[in-house]
T-cell receptor, first 112, second 117 residues
């Protein structure tokens, strides 16, 4: 059974810092891994999707890496801003099960 | 529409009542998913539709939960005889084709916040 873990559970940083969020999963047979952002009272916004054959994806100040063999992914946020404050969720997609398995999330607070 | 929409956005009900939650997926998306987000439980899968059929219902927590999809579009999640532990945010997502595509992205609606008193 696939299990997805995220650390830390919560993180508070001053504005301008670079930070790394971690995601680990137990079953490496995945099709892709996605990082989502969730703002309070809102749905999920997809940030980055890394296909199983890829090692990393970049979008603006965000960079996500994937190491399938070790079951790990990281989300790197450069030059953090208060607007980055949200809960960040990683999720793995296994084609055989046609569903996303989510981690428990990291609550990020960027202090101005 | 431009995105996935869900209604109602908030629902308060009394224990024992039935509730219906609606999801309108992105036009043309054949795959539709329901998830539940509870305090202390995280975000968990409920059911997956491919067209109007549901090949994976493995996440439905009990037989009080059912869902249907009609016309390959709108889906309704029904909870019968609601219990307090059903209180959660119910999220709907859709994707273009569903199974087996490594580039497949799921797009989420804003959710329905259900509170059972």
């Amino acid at each position: 059974k696939q299990e997805v873990t995220q650390i830390p559970a919560a993180l508070s940083v001053p504005e301008g810092e670079n930070l790394v969020l971690n995601c680990s999963f137990t079953d490496s047979a995945i099709y892709n891994l996605q990082w989502f952002r969730q703002d309070p009272g809102k749905g999920l916004t997809s940030l980055l999707l890394i296909q199983s054959s890829q090692r990393e994806q970049t979008s603006g100040r965000l960079n996500a890496s994937l190491d399938k063999s070790s079951g790990r992914s990281t989300l790197y946020i450069a030059a953090s801003q208060p607007g980055d404050s949200a809960t960040y969720l990683c999720a793995v997609y296994g084609g055989a099960t046609n569903k996303l398995i989510f981690g428990t999330g990291t609550l990020l607070a960027v202090q101005p | 529409g431009a995105g996935v929409s869900q209604s109602p956005s908030n629902k308060v009900t009394e224990k024992g009542k039935d509730v219906e939650l609606r999801c309108d997926p992105i036009s043309g998306h054949t795959a539709l998913y329901w998830y539940r987000q509870s305090l202390g439980q995280g975000l968990e899968f409920l059911i997956y539709f491919q067209g109007n059929s549901a090949p994976d219902k493995s996440g439905l927590p009990s037989d009080r939960f059912s869902a249907e999809r009609t016309g390959g579009s709108v889906s309704t999640l029904t909870i019968q005889r609601t219990q307090q532990e059903d209180s959660a945010v119910y999220l709907c997502a859709s994707s273009l084709q569903g199974a087996g595509l490594t580039k497949e992205t799921q797009y989420f609606g804003p959710g329905t916040r259900l509170l059972v008193l």
